[in-house]
């Protein structure tokens, strides 16, 4: 039986890795949602990125 040994990481390496996670896809995010709302507003709403929460994350093959 082999065992590996998972690396610890530290809260803020994690919390710095979605940081840099949302700021990557921040305008993918917004697009999404201006093109989401067009049809219940009249003005753009802007995302900011200390405001988007990563609930999951799941690489698809």
Do not use: A
Not at 1 to 17: A, H, R
Not at 36 to 60: A, H, M, N, S
């Amino acid at each position: 039986m082999i065992n590996f040994l998972l690396p610890s990481y530290s809260s803020e390496f994690i919390i710095e890795s979605k940081d840099l996670i949302i700021c990557l896809y921040v305008s993918d995010i917004q697009k999404e949602v201006n093109s989401y709302y067009q049809e219940y507003l009249t003005e753009v709403l802007t995302v900011f990125p200390g405001i988007v929460d990563i609930v999951t994350i799941k690489r698809e093959n």
